[in-house]
């Protein structure tokens, strides 16, 4: 299945045959953007204000997410131009004015524009009948299809940005996975170092049989004590910096979106869950860092992240 971005824009149009004006234009076109639902809003003149209820359920029935506007317009090739009323409309029209102007002295006379309208020829530009109706539904319809196929071009390439920048987490993670034995070792040796250098100090100078034997039973005492506080404090520090499990996760994330960005179709919603908890792993590894190679690792997958939320949030 394809992967839909909700940003998407079309527009189509045909001509509809009116009997009294000729020809008249009918375009609709469609712009979409992100939104959490689908929120669907219609500018229609009104004589189409009835074929909302049908044009809303197809709309409905072919995208999910995103905030859609559907415009439709009339426009006529002729320009407006009225046609010539018949000789008995312009007697009717005639007969009421002067039967209006002999009960009411000051009404004006019709003007040519007023006798346009009266006389229905400007009215009768468009029909709103079963026929047009259909033929609304019909050019939505093809709008709709242009919109999807916009909305999937787009999708394939947010596609790609987000798998480019899967890539690179998994980098980062591969290059922060060594980093953690290489700094236990460190700080163990050095921890050892300081026990050396105590034991050394406190080994100098000796007198007495007695005493040396009981002075160096209490050294080897604090030696041994010294010894395993340095080993309690490197396994310590072992365990604060230890970033497997977020690694590990960090890993499941990255497999899982990849893995539903190929499956295609409706998925949003997951992808944004899955970046949240990208984000986490990422700040706990970060609070976790001692060094700064870490530290940067950190920083730069949260650029990547936070890119990649920004992408997400257009699908659908």
């Known amino acids: 299945m394809a992967v839909y971005s909700m940003t998407g824009y079309a527009s189509t149009a045909t001509a509809l045959v009116s009997g009294a004006l000729g020809e008249i234009q009918l375009s609709i076109e469609i712009r979409s953007v992100n939104s959490r639902f689908l929120d669907l809003s219609f500018k229609l003149p009104d004589e189409l204000r009835q074929n909302e209820p049908a044009l809303r359920a197809l709309v409905t029935a072919n995208l999910k997410r995103g905030k859609v506007e559907i415009r439709a317009a009339l426009e006529n090739s002729l320009q407006n131009l009225p046609t010539r009323p018949t000789i008995e409309i312009l007697g009717q029209l005639q007969t009421i004015e002067k039967d209006i102007q002999a009960t009411l002295k000051d009404a004006r006379s019709l003007s040519v524009a007023d006798v346009l309208r009266l006389s229905g020829s400007a009215g009768n530009a468009f029909k709103n009948n079963a026929d047009t109706a259909q033929t609304v539904m019909q050019l939505t319809q093809s709008a709709v299809r242009d919109l999807l196929a916009s909305r999937e071009r787009e999708g394939a390439r947010l596609t790609l940005m987000l798998q480019s920048h899967l890539g690179q987490l998994r980098l980062l993670a591969s290059q922060a996975g060594p980093l953690i034995p290489m700094l236990v070792e460190q700080q163990r040796n050095k921890f050892m170092d300081r026990w050396k250098e105590a034991l050394a100090i406190g080994g ?33 520090f072992a365990i604060r910096i230890d970033v497997a499990e977020e690694l590990t996760r960090l890993a499941s994330h990255i497999d899982e979106i990849g893995r539903i960005l190929i499956q295609g179709g409706e998925m949003g919603k997951k992808l944004d869950f899955l970046i949240q908890e990208l984000h986490r792993e990422a700040n706990t590894l970060g609070a976790k ?17 936070e890119q ?9």
């Open 308 to 316: 990649m939320r920004e992408q997400v949030q257009n699908i659908e």
């Open 289 to 305: 860092s001692s060094v700064l190679e870490l530290t940067r690792i950190s920083v730069g997958m949260k650029v990547l992240i």
């Open 204 to 236: 100098s100078g000796s007198s007495g049989n007695s005493v040396s034997s009981e002075n160096s039973e209490n050294k080897a005492e604090a030696h041994q004590v010294a010894m395993d506080r340095a080993l309690n404090e490197a396994t310590a």
